[in-house]
C-alpha cells in the first residue's frame, strides 16, 4: 500500500510513470491515465504563458504546441495568478513577460513562487544586465531574451525537472530521518517525477476541509515537496522574528521551528523568498496595502485558506496566503490603533500560530497522530499550570518535568515570562483568535481560573498524591477544558462550556477523549 | 522569398521561425500573425502619436509604448522597424523631444514600406500555392 500511495504523486504532467495503475484517480484528473511516461515525455508538459503583447503570446503558443506541451495562454498577470490559484497543480511551469500593463513580471514572480513554488521562465525584449538579474534575485529559473526562438522554448522542461529532483533530495533526508521503507520505494522512481504536489496539497487541504486539524497520516511521509502551509509558515516566521531578520540563519531557524524531518535546505530557500518578499513589503507603506490586498484580495478557498482557522477573516486568509504574521499584525495593529511592524508586538500574534500550528507540520512529516496530540496536550497542561496558584504548587513539580519533558521549542520561548494568573490569562487570551474574541476571553477565563483556584484548593488535604493529582486534574480538565480548547483551533463559545472529564462533547470531541489518555497515562507515571 | 526581405534588412530570422511554424493544421499562420502585427501596431502608433502632440516631454510613457512596439517588431521579425525603435528609446532616454520626433517620423515610413513587402510576400505566397510557402526543410 505504501507504494502505491507513492506512487499517486508519481503523476508527472499528465502522465503515469511506470505500468502501474494509480489507486486514487481523483488525485491525477487528467485525461490520459493509460500513458507511459518515459517515451512520450516532455510531451505533454503543462505550460502557461503569460504576456500582454497578442503578437508574442500567439507565437509563442504556436511554438509550445509544436513542442507537444500543453499550453495555456494568458494575456494579463492577474489572471493568470487566479488560473493557478485554482489549480494549483495545473501547471509544471510558467512562462512570463517581464513588462505587463496590469502587474510587474517580477511581482508576478514572487506571488508564483511564495504560492505555489513553480518553476517560472522570464522573457523581454530587454536584454540588459540589470532587468536579467532582476530575474535571477527573484528566483526566475531562467531568462529569455525576445524574439524567442523554439529551440529555447524546446528545452524548458528540465527546469521542470530540475526542481523535482531537488525536491527528491530533501525528501530523501526526510526519508532517512523517518520510515526508511516507504522511502526508498521513492527513489527507485527517482527519476520521473516526484511529486505531484498538488495531490499532495490536495489531501492535506481535504484533511483540514474535514476535521480543521488532523492529517492524513498515510499520505503525508511520502511528499517529496515541502508546501508552507499557514502554519508552518508561521512557525517560521515565529522562529525568524526571535532570532532576529539579520541574525536568521536557516540552521538556527530550523532548531527552533524543531519540525521533524525538515531541512535546512526547506529553510534556506523559503528564507531567500521570505527576504525578497519582506524587502519589498518594507519599502514603501503605501504600497503595502496594494500588494497585500494583492495576497488577500480573492477571499476563496482557492487561496489555499485553512477551513479551520476559518473563525478569522482576515488572520486566515493572510496567512493562507503565506503572509509573513508581521504584515498581519501590521493589519491587525492598524485596527486596534497600535503601532505596526514591531518584532514585539508581532510575536503574540505569532504566538497564535505557532501554538495552532503544532499538529499541523508534524502531522504533514509524519509523526505519530498520538504523540502529537500529546504533545499538544502536554503544551496545553504546561500553560494552565503555569498560572495555578501556591497552593498547588508542591504537587505541581512532578506534573511540569513531565510537560517539560517534551519541550515544544519556539512555544517553550515564547511562555518564558507567563508565571503567575495575570500572564497566564494573557497567554491564553493571545491564543485565541481574534482580538475581540480575546477580550471576551479574559473575562471568563479571569473568572473560571479564579474557580479552578479555589476548587482546586479543595483537596490538598488528602494526603494520596495520585488522589490529589487526580483531582485537580479532574478539576483542571472541568474547568480548564474550554480554555484547553482554544489552543485547538476552536472557536467554541467559551463561558459555559464545562466538559466533565473523558466527555466527548466538546465541538472537536477528538480533544478531549486525548486529552482523558493523556491524563491517564500521566497518573500511571506517577 | 524571405532571402528577398533579408537583403533588403526588412525581415529577419524571426521571421523565417514563423515560417516554419507554419503547417497543414495552420496553413494562414504567418499571415494571422501578420494581421495581428497590424492590428496591434497601428493601436501602438496612434498612441505614441498623440502623446507626442499632447505630452511630447513624457518620455516615461513614450518609451513604454515604444518599448511595447519593438517587441511585437521583434517577434515577427520586423528588422528595421525594430532598429527605429531602439533609436527612438535612446532619444526617450536622452530627453530629446526632436530627436524622438524625427526618429518616430523615420520608424513609420519603414513601417509603411514593411506593410507593403508583407502585402506583396501573402500576395505570392497565394499564388503560388499554400503548399510552397513553408518550403524550407524542419
Same mark, same amino acid.
Given at each position: 500500500m505504501c507504494g502505491i500511495c507513492s506512487l499517486d504523486e508519481m503523476n508527472f504532467g499528465r502522465r503515469v510513470v511506470g505500468s502501474m495503475s494509480l489507486p486514487d484517480s481523483s488525485v491525477v484528473a487528467?485525461?490520459? $491515465?493509460g500513458d507511459v511516461v518515459s517515451d512520450h515525455? $516532455?510531451?505533454?508538459?503543462r505550460v502557461l504563458v503569460v504576456d500582454d503583447d497578442p503578437i508574442c503570446l500567439t507565437i509563442l503558443d504556436k511554438m509550445l504546441r509544436t513542442c507537444h506541451y500543453d499550453v495555456t495562454k494568458c494575456n494579463r498577470a492577474e489572471v493568470a495568478l487566479s488560473l493557478l490559484r485554482e489549480n494549483k497543480n495545473g501547471y509544471d511551469i510558467v512562462i512570463s513577460d517581464v513588462h505587463m500593463p496590469d502587474m510587474d513580471g517580477f511581482k508576478l514572480l514572487e506571488h508564483i513562487g511564495l504560492e505555489m513554488d513553480l518553476p517560472v521562465i522570464m522573457m523581454s525584449a530587454d536584454d540588459s544586465k540589470n532587468v536579467v538579474m532582476k530575474g535571477v534575485t527573484h528566483g526566475a529559473c531562467d531568462y529569455l531574451i525576445k524574439p524567442v526562438r523554439i529551440e529555447a522554448l524546446k528545452n524548458v522542461w528540465q527546469h521542470v525537472v530540475r526542481k523535482k529532483k531537488n525536491e527528491w533530495k530533501e525528501l530523501e533526508q526526510l526519508g532517512n530521518m523517518e520510515d526508511g521503507d516507504r522511502q526508498q520505494k521513492q527513489d527507485d522512481l527517482e527519476y520521473s517525477s516526484p511529486a505531484n504536489e498538488g495531490s499532495w496539497k490536495n489531501s492535506k487541504r481535504k484533511g483540514e476541509d474535514e476535521e480543521g486539524e488532523e492529517r492524513d497520516d498515510a499520505t503525508t511521509l511520502k511528499k517529496p515537496r515541502v508546501v508552507w502551509s499557514v502554519e508552518l509558515h508561521q512557525q517560521f516566521v515565529a522562529a525568524v522574528n526571535q532570532l532576529g531578520i539579520d541574525k536568521a540563519v536557516p540552521k538556527k531557524i530550523l532548531e527552533l521551528m524543531n519540525v521533524p524531518g525538515l531541512t535546512r535546505e526547506n529553510v534556506a530557500s523559503h528564507l531567500q523568498k521570505y527576504r525578497l518578499y519582506l524587502r519589498r513589503v518594507s519599502g514603501v507603506s503605501q504600497h503595502q496595502g496594494g500588494l497585500n490586498n494583492s495576497f488577500i484580495g480573492p477571499q476563496d478557498a482557492s487561496f489555499g485558506a485553512l477551513p479551520s482557522l476559518s473563525g478569522i477573516d482576515l488572520q486566515t486568509l493572510a496567512a493562507a496566503g503565506q503572509l509573513p504574521a508581521q504584515t498581519l499584525a501590521t493589519y491587525q495593529a492598524a485596527g486596534l490603533g497600535r503601532a505596526a511592524m514591531k518584532p514585539g508586538i508581532t510575536l503574540p500574534f505569532v504566538d497564535q500560530g505557532t501554538l495552532f500550528s503544532f499538529e499541523a507540520p508534524k502531522s504533514v512529516f509524519g509523526e505519530g497522530r498520538q504523540q502529537q496530540q500529546q504533545r499538544n496536550s502536554n503544551v496545553k497542561h504546561m500553560n494552565l499550570l503555569h498560572g495555578i496558584p501556591a497552593t498547588l504548587e508542591p504537587k505541581q513539580p512532578s506534573i511540569m518535568q513531565q510537560s517539560s519533558a517534551q519541550p515544544l521549542g519556539s512555544l517553550n520561548n515564547m511562555q518564558g515570562n507567563t508565571h503567575g494568573n495575570g500572564q497566564s490569562s494573557s497567554l491564553l487570551m493571545q491564543m485565541v483568535q481574534p482580538q475581540t474574541r480575546g477580550q471576551m476571553l479574559n473575562e471568563s477565563i479571569g473568572g473560571q481560573i479564579s474557580r479552578i483556584q479555589s476548587s482546586v484548593g479543595q483537596p490538598s488535604p488528602r494526603n494520596r498524591m495520585a488522589g490529589n493529582e487526580q483531582v485537580m486534574a479532574c478539576n483542571l480538565a472541568s474547568q480548564a477544558a474550554p480554555v484547553v480548547d482554544f489552543s485547538v483551533n476552536h472557536m467554541a463559545?467559551? $463561558?459555559?462550556?464545562v466538559y466533565p472529564l473523558g466527555s466527548t462533547t466538546t465541538p472537536g470531541g477528538v480533544t478531549t477523549s486525548h486529552q482523558k489518555d493523556l491524563y491517564t497515562r500521566r497518573l500511571a507515571q506517577m | 522569398m524571405t532571402e528577398t526581405k533579408g537583403c533588403k534588412g526588412y525581415l529577419d530570422e524571426q521571421f523565417v521561425q514563423l515560417e516554419e511554424l507554419q503547417d497543414d493544421t495552420n496553413p494562414n499562420f504567418v499571415e494571422e500573425v501578420a494581421t495581428l502585427f497590424y492590428r496591434d501596431s497601428a493601436r501602438l502608433l496612434a498612441v505614441i502619436e498623440q502623446t507626442m502632440v499632447r505630452n511630447p516631454q513624457d518620455f516615461t510613457k513614450l518609451d513604454n509604448y515604444m518599448h511595447q512596439f519593438k517587441g511585437s517588431c521583434s517577434s515577427i521579425g520586423a528588422k528595421k522597424v525594430k532598429a527605429e525603435c531602439t533609436q527612438f528609446r535612446e532619444y526617450c532616454k536622452a530627453g530629446s523631444s526632436d530627436g524622438c520626433m524625427r526618429t518616430f517620423q523615420q520608424l513609420k515610413r519603414e513601417y509603411s514600406t514593411l506593410k507593403k513587402q508583407l502585402e506583396a510576400y501573402f500576395q505570392l505566397a497565394r499564388q503560388v500555392g499554400p503548399r510552397e510557402s513553408a518550403t524550407r526543410p524542419r
Open positions: 487528467r485525461n490520459d $491515465p515525455f $516532455p510531451a505533454g508538459l463559545d467559551l $463561558p459555559g462550556n | -
